[in-house]
């Protein structure tokens, strides 16, 4: 990371600037930010695609275009919305302009789930179905699988809880034929939140699991910062309330540390996790347990959150009948 840190000071010296220099710069940006975007490097991502776009304002490269869409998929992250949505429309628009079917279905994907993020869940699911169409079109079945998480988060949002399950078990289905092991665990992860909103915390602990197993393969920090969130529903609903406060606590210090705070659209559902902790633990109880959570790195925290909701699910009858989940 040092070297690529150090050849992008070099490519974007204003004392020896060149558009071959521009063109490498943007190349190595764009291809740096999935990297970045898994590791948590949102804020160190975004100033170097900033600096390396600011060189090379008004042209139509394709890798203008990636490096829109990877800056965009930061300010996401960073939960600036309006600014994602904005350079998701300028990829499109690019997109559009150079004929590139492929660029296209990906900016809309990501215009949808960045209008789901400002709370126009009408708008998202337009430029959804739009990206699926296309890419269909284009035989890109594969990424469609994208889109389709994406459609059940915003029927998450509208409280369709069955409607996110077909579509989340869609997705799931062709990401798993494929062999993408990242949409599988951003999958998963998502199913956990319908199982626990179904209060099936049998299957929602499964899924917690196999999702975390997949998150360490890929090294996506986001991702096991969204598992420490369904841990705090695990343990909130099972009554473990001081263990659900400390993990309220490392998420907030952990998404801090990352410059990725828990999204406006998920808010509420955090702050449910977290209803039964601060109406049954004493002010006292609560603020300590939270400032404990806060000490945590996010390797202890999920060591925690595993050890913790291994005993409680081996101990809690189930609320719901059973409900299988392999495919």
């Not at 710069?25 to 600011?54: D, H, I, N, P, T």
């Not at 998420?251 to 702050?271: C, H, K, M, N, Y």
Request: glycine share 8%; proline share 2%.
């Amino acid at each position: 990371h040092d070297n690529f840190r150090a050849a992008l000071e070099w490519l974007l010296d204003a004392r020896d600037r060149s558009d071959d220099k521009v063109d490498a710069a943007l190349r190595l940006a764009g291809a740096l930010g999935r990297f970045w975007y898994m590791r948590g490097y949102f804020l160190e991502g975004s100033k170097w695609l900033e600096s390396a776009l600011a060189e090379d304002e008004g042209k139509k490269s394709p890798y203008r275009i990636a490096a829109l869409h990877v800056l965009g998929i930061l300010m996401d992250q960073r939960r600036i919305h309006s600014r994602a949505f904005a350079l998701f429309e300028e990829e499109l628009r690019l997109a559009r302009a150079v004929q590139d079917d492929h660029r296209v279905a990906v900016a809309l994907n990501s215009l949808g789930a960045a209008a789901r993020a400002q709370g126009d869940r009408s708008l998202a699911k337009e430029l959804l179905h739009q990206s699926i169409a296309l890419r269909r079109e284009l035989g890109e079945f594969k990424e469609t699988a994208s889109s389709l998480t994406n459609l059940g988060s915003v029927a998450m949002d509208e409280g369709d809880v069955a409607e996110a399950r077909r579509l989340l078990e869609q997705s799931l289905s062709i990401d798993t034929e494929y062999g993408d092991d990242w949409g599988i665990a951003v999958n998963l992860g998502n199913l956990c939140t319908v199982a626990l909103e179904e209060e099936n915390l049998e299957e929602a602990h499964a899924l917690f699991e196999r999702a975390i197993e997949l998150f360490l393969k890929v090294g996506d920090s986001d991702g096991l910062a969204e598992c420490l969130e369904k841990a705090i529903g695990l343990a909130s609903r099972v009554g473990d309330l001081v263990p659900a406060t400390r993990l309220g606590g490392a998420v907030e210090a952990i998404r801090t540390l990352i410059g990725s705070p828990v999204a406006a659209v998920d808010q509420f559902r955090f702050e449910r996790y977290l209803d039964k902790p601060r109406q049954q633990l004493s002010a006292a109880e609560y603020a300590t347990a939270w400032e404990e959570g806060r000490q945590m790195s996010l390797d202890d925290a999920l060591k925690y959150a595993r050890e913790t909701l291994a005993v409680a699910l081996r101990t809690t009858p189930s609320s719901s009948s059973e409900r299988g989940y392999a495919r």
